[in-house]
T-cell receptor
Framework: GDSVTQMEGPVTLSEEAFLTINCTYTATGYPSLFWYVQYPGEGLQLLLKATKADDKGSNKGFEATYRKETTSFHLEKGSVQVSDSAVYFCALAGGFKTIFGAGTRLFVKA | DGGITQSPKYLFRKEGQNVTLSCEQNLNHDAMYWYRQDPGQGLRLIYY???????QKGDIAEGYSVSREKKESFPLTVTSAQKNPTAFYLC???????????????FGEGSRLTVL
C-alpha cells in the first residue's frame, strides 16, 4: 500500500542555519504531496503542496519539489528562525485518504 | 471566520466510560475525517465520511463509532471497547476531489483524551 517515510528527529539547529527534512514515498498512481506543520498543542496546518511531478511548493521561505524519479519531496529552508520550531509532517493523498509520515520535530536555538 | 471547532480541548475519562468528541465545521466541506495521534507517530485514520448519513472505517476503527447526521458535524465516540484510548484526536475536513486539489485537509485544534 501507499506509504510515507520521513527522517527521524529531533532535528536541532541554530538560528539562520539551513534546514532539510527528507521525505520519500511509495504510491500507485500520481498522488498529491504535502507538508503540514504542527505547533505545540495545536492541530496541523498546511505548509505547502505539489500536485504533479516537478512542481515546487513554497510558503514562508520553505520549499519542496515533487521528484517522481526519486519518489521524494524533501523540505528545505535557507535560514530557520526560532519560530519555526514545530513538528513537520510529510503526506500524500490519492483519492479520499491522506497518508502521513511519522513527523519530524525541529528545534531551533537562538 | 471559517474553520473547524473541536471540543472539549481536554477530556478525562474513567475506564469503562464512553466519551464523545465534538467536531463542527463551517467551511461547507463535504468530507470529514477523524485521526488519532500518538507521541512519535504519524496520524492514523479512524473514520471518514464523504457525505451526510454515510461513513467508512479507516485503519484503526475498532472501539470507535461516528455519525454524520448533518454536513457540518461529525462527532466521534470513544467506547469502552477501545483498549488504549489515551491520545490526541484530530478532526479534519476537505472539499471532495474535483472541487479543489485532492487531499488538502483543514484541521481543528484537537482534543486530548486521558483515561484515568
Amino acid at each position: 500500500g501507499d506509504s510515507v517515510t520521513q527522517m527521524e528527529g529531533p532535528v536541532t539547529l541554530s538560528e539562520e542555519a539551513f534546514l532539510t527534512i527528507n521525505c520519500t514515498y511509495t504510491a500507485t498512481g500520481y498522488p498529491s504531496l504535502f507538508w503540514y506543520v504542527q505547533y505545540p498543542g495545536e492541530g496541523l496546518q498546511l505548509l505547502l503542496k505539489a500536485t504533479k511531478a516537478d512542481d515546487k511548493g513554497s510558503n514562508k521561505g520553505f520549499e519542496a519539489t515533487y521528484r517522481k524519479e526519486t519518489t521524494s519531496f524533501h523540505l528545505e529552508k535557507g535560514s530557520v528562525q526560532v519560530s519555526d520550531s514545530a513538528v513537520y509532517f510529510c503526506a500524500l493523498a490519492g483519492g479520499f485518504k491522506t497518508i502521513f509520515g511519522a513527523g519530524t520535530r525541529l528545534f531551533v536555538k537562538a | 471566520d471559517g474553520g473547524i471547532t473541536q471540543s472539549p480541548k481536554y477530556l478525562f475519562r474513567k475506564e469503562g466510560q464512553n466519551v464523545t468528541l465534538s467536531c463542527e465545521q463551517n467551511l461547507n466541506h463535504d468530507a470529514m475525517y477523524w485521526y488519532r495521534q500518538d507521541p512519535g507517530q504519524g496520524l492514523r485514520l479512524i473514520y471518514y465520511s464523504q457525505i451526510v448519513n454515510d461513513f467508512q472505517k479507516g485503519d484503526i476503527a475498532e472501539g470507535y463509532s461516528v455519525s454524520r447526521e448533518k454536513k457540518e458535524s461529525f462527532p466521534l465516540t470513544v467506547t469502552s471497547a477501545q483498549k488504549n484510548p489515551t491520545a490526541f484526536y484530530l478532526c479534519a475536513s476537505s472539499p471532495l476531489p474535483g472541487q479543489s486539489p485532492p487531499g488538502e485537509l483543514f484541521f481543528g485544534e484537537g482534543s486530548r483524551l486521558t483515561v484515568l
